[in-house]
């Protein structure tokens, strides 16, 4: 069966210090990779997807770029944190979409930035 | 620009009830639409998915109907537990979205269910 993991399950940052989130999915290949935002009592924001190694495309500008270093990993960096980057993020999979399928999520990363 | 509403204000209903949750979307024409519950402090976990040609979906207690004339879907849980508490999500995936397989989520109806 396939896994997702997500670490830090939680952190605290200071402002202007750089962030790595990690997300790692088992039980799969070549599986589409996501990563979201969520803020407080708000609906899910993509940032950042993936369909294969090396191929990133951003949904929204801003402070955080991602990679995807090997086919079943991605990741979630930023140089300098702002405050506003602060929020709960969700990795989610799912396989390569030629037929209709649903999004399997990690347990997602609480960031506070101080 | 696309647009996915639900409801923003809870939704309190008393124990063994049917819960009703709304979600309509505007500027879209989505090949299928799901829904997810999401627990706080948790990832969204898929509970449906109904396309474009089907009216309606069952899943035991769960039922979701979907109307592409009213750009509209209902999401029916009946017999509702405490443990049906939860917010609720609705996302699409349109026609052409290629291989990306992106999804739009609205932003989530909270459901509180009293014994």
């Known amino acids: 069966s396939q896994t997702i993991h997500q670490w830090p399950a939680t952190l605290v940052q200071p402002v202007g210090s750089p962030l790595s989130l990690e997300c790692t999915v088992e039980g799969t290949s070549n599986p589409n990779l996501y990563w979201y935002r969520q803020a407080a009592g708000r609906g899910l924001q993509l940032l950042f997807y993936s369909v294969g190694i090396g191929q990133i495309s951003s949904e929204v500008p801003q402070n955080l770029s991602a990679s995807r270093p090997q086919d079943r990993q991605f990741i979630l960096s930023s140089k300098k944190l702002l405050l506003s980057d602060s929020g709960f993020y969700l990795c989610?999979?799912?396989?390569?979409?030629?037929?209709?399928?649903?999004?399997?999520f990690g347990p997602g990363t609480r960031l506070t930035v101080l | 620009s696309q647009k996915i509403e639900q409801n923003s204000e809870a939704l309190n209903i008393q124990e063994g009830k049917t819960a009703t949750l709304t979600c309509n979307y505007t500027n879209y024409s989505p090949a299928y639409l799901q829904w997810y519950r999401q627990d706080p402090g948790r990832g969204p976990v898929f509970l449906l998915l109904i396309r474009e040609n089907e009216k309606e979906k069952r899943k035991e207690r769960l039922k979701v109907t979907f109307d592409t004339t009213l750009k509209q879907s209902l999401f029916h849980i009946t017999a509702s537990q405490p443990a049906d508490s939860a917010t609720y999500l609705c996302?699409?995936?349109?026609?052409?979205?290629?291989?990306?397989?992106?999804?739009?989520f609205g932003q989530g109806t909270t459901l509180q269910v009293k014994p």
């Open positions: 996302a699409l995936e349109g026609n052409g979205s290629g291989n990306t397989g992106k999804l739009i």
């Open positions: 989610a999979w799912r396989t390569q979409p030629w037929s209709f399928g649903t999004q399997y």
